[in-house]
């Protein structure tokens, strides 16, 4: 007959001061001069951000130079016809007035590119990309496989559509003698992509690691000859491959393509005078009426020249203030009203 009552106490919580809520607790009661204090301290904080974040990036020295139009013949041939036989390069001098010191970085930039499209993104093997089987294309959607069934490597449409632009930099040394700014292909990427993400199947070689596969369509050349010069940079691990496949959320972005290495004539950075770069144009962008530009920066220790995180910071610390001030306000008209009328009570 007892059975069913022990049944029944062995459901409730333990006689213990968590579960029967018996704990010590601190209700915290907050006055109007507290609560204006932490307002005027967050207004005050995200101004004074702002403010530093926005003067950091104006300090900031860049060069843009959008070449769509300037290399008009080249992306006539481009639109026409993609015809990889045929190379076309436009040469576009520019000066440079004040020397750009420190570290310089080359971004390529785009205008009306949309890498944020759902079946875009979706459009590419990780399996494939991690070297563990290159001939996974399941996901790939239109760029799994050639018209006679050969896996294509690397798949997909972000893989298809890599930039391949060929952007050089060349700096007048005199009035009659150009050389080339030294620039560095490498340390472009993320750690996590270029050591997790990305890996080259295991084999001797790379092109018998990539034995059985077809390039992409619109690739002149296949992923184990990526950069000829450096061996070590081909494959799946090159790294202007690895920066195309971060897509970017905006359809106006700008990727990391070279960084200045600061040797010779340029350890203090670049410095002023007549420039020139040389462009080999293969990227058509006019067809989807996009444009494209070579950018030159300088960075600092809050990023790039963006006055996006800035203007953030300094909105906000506004928008707190005025709330403080008007919260400030009422409280002492309240208060106020208080002292003249002492039986005054506030109706809810």
Not at 161 to 171: E, G, K, Q, R
Not at 225 to 243: A, M, T
Not at 299 to 318: D, H, N, P, Q
Not at 319 to 326: K, Y
């Amino acid at each position: 007959m007892n059975k069913p009552q022990e049944e029944q106490l062995s459901l409730l919580p333990d006689n213990t001061a968590l579960k029967q809520q018996r704990l010590p607790a601190y209700r915290l009661q907050l006055s109007a001069s507290k609560v204006l204090s932490g307002f005027f301290a967050t207004g005050a904080f995200c101004l004074g951000m702002g403010i530093i974040l926005l003067l950091s990036a104006k300090s900031i020295k860049e060069v843009e130079i959008n070449y769509t139009n300037i290399c008009a013949s080249c992306a006539k041939l481009r639109e026409n016809a993609i015809n990889f036989d045929k190379e076309c390069s436009c040469s576009i001098p520019f000066y440079l007035p004040e020397i750009m010191q420190g570290n310089v970085y080359m971004y390529y930039k785009l205008y009306g590119f949309h890498q944020n499209l759902y079946h875009y993104i979706l459009s590419r093997s990780n399996t494939q990309l991690m070297g563990k089987n290159i001939k996974d294309v399941e996901k790939c959607g239109s760029f799994q496989k050639t018209s006679n069934g050969t896996p294509i490597c690397p798949c997909g449409a972000i893989a298809n559509s890599m930039f391949n632009d060929t952007i050089i930099l060349l700096y007048n040394l005199n009035s009659s003698i150009y050389i080339k700014v030294p620039m560095l292909s490498r340390g472009i990427t993320w750690w996590t992509d270029k050591y997790i993400k990305f890996q080259n199947p295991k084999s001797i070689d790379l092109p018998s690691a990539f034995e059985g596969t077809a390039k992409p369509p619109y690739w002149r050349k296949p992923i184990y000859e990526l950069d000829e010069d450096d061996p070590e940079n081909s494959g799946f691990v090159n790294e202007d491959f690895i920066v195309w496949m971060r897509t970017a959320a905006f359809p106006t972005f700008k990727k990391l393509y070279r960084r200045l290495h600061r040797i010779q004539y340029f350890t203090e950075g670049l410095p002023a005078g007549n420039y020139s770069f040389n462009i080999a144009y293969n990227f058509p962008v006019t067809r989807f009426q996009g444009e494209k530009s070579v950018v030159l920066s300088t960075l600092t220790w809050s990023g790039g020249s963006s006055l996006f995180l800035g203007l953030v910071y300094t909105v906000t610390g506004a928008v707190t203030w005025l709330a403080s001030f008007s919260m400030m306000a009422i409280h002492l008209m309240l208060a106020k009203r208080k002292m003249f009328f002492p039986n005054y009570k506030v109706k809810l």
